[in-house]
């Protein structure tokens, strides 16, 4: 009782910072803080580990939103070095993996290691869930950060033969594939580090987990970014714009879904894929 108390008191301390300080920044809006607040408490409230996974995914996608400012408020429309994030881009990126680390604490407990014996415990589940949703999140995150800076530009992932400019939903280029690897696998090893006493067959588990999650939903993105959903080029300004003008033509995509659309389903195809095929992700260290 005593250690959940310590935590959630904690949590809504971090939780707190952070919102106040995102809106003061200006990387949040007035309800993205309200939104982070909730999310922020909720994920410390079920485990340290969740909590820190959480704060790890944010803090770095904040921070490589600032790595070539310059270069992106060249290719970009509205780049803001520290985001502005309202409550839906908040939620797209945190509602289903916070709602597995719940799920977690209410149906299995507290925190404990992936157990080996019984792959497809619901222990293991969730906690696959979770590490692959935020893969997914931190691998598109980073592959948009840094595939943009790439020197070649990116190609439509529905037709490679095809180049479009940096910043089109749907372009890939070996560098944002690169940075969605890095970013997946980080988050799976974030994960694995705070579990106290550390595992490494645990660590490499959650590792490759979050190497797939973040490949695999980041690819997954691009295929909706190049289909579902519409991006335009602004051939005065030469930059990406994110509705057509008199001057923009639409390069890619049909004007189905959001950018936050596109990311809920991304990211929770991916927690329910790892929920799905936990042998096929971890039968190989078993």
């Known amino acids: 009782m005593w250690e959940q108390l310590a935590r959630t008191s904690a949590g809504t301390l971090i939780a707190y910072k952070l919102a106040t300080g995102g809106l003061k920044r200006g990387s949040l809006q007035r309800d993205g803080a309200a939104a982070a607040f909730v999310v922020g408490l909720l994920s410390f409230s079920c485990s340290i580990r969740c909590g820190v996974t959480l704060l790890f995914f944010y803090k770095s996608g904040s921070m490589l939103t600032r790595v070539g400012a310059d270069v992106k408020r060249k290719v970009e429309e509205g780049y803001a070095a520290e985001g502005q994030r309202g409550a839906a881009q908040v939620l797209a990126c945190s509602a289903v993996g916070v709602a597995a680390a719940v799920l977690r604490r209410a149906l299995v407990g507290p925190d404990a290691p992936l157990d080996f014996s019984d792959l497809a415990s619901a222990g293991n589940r969730l906690t696959l869930a979770y590490v692959s949703f935020f893969a997914c999140c931190a691998g598109d995150t ?18 490679p ?61 691009s295929l909706l970014g190049a289909t579902v959903q519409a991006t335009y080029y602004d051939e005065a300004s030469r930059m990406v714009v994110g509705r057509p003008t008199p001057k923009a033509r639409r390069v890619a995509g049909l004007p189905l879904l959001s950018n936050e659309m596109v990311n809920f389903v991304s990211t929770a195809a991916a927690a329910v894929a790892a929920a799905s095929a936990p042998r096929l992700l971890l039968g190989w260290l078993a």
């Open 142 to 159: 980073w592959a948009s950060e840094l595939g943009v800076l790439s020197a070649s530009p990116p190609r439509i992932i529905t037709q």
């Open 161 to 221: 033969w095809r180049t479009a400019p940096a910043g089109t939903n749907g372009g890939v280029s070996v560098l944002g594939t690169l940075a969605s690897a890095a970013g997946g696998a980080c988050i799976g090893a974030c994960h694995a580090a705070c579990l106290l006493p550390p595992s490494g067959r645990e660590a490499l588990g959650l590792v490759w987990a979050g190497l797939v999650g973040g490949v695999g939903g980041s690819l997954l993105d």
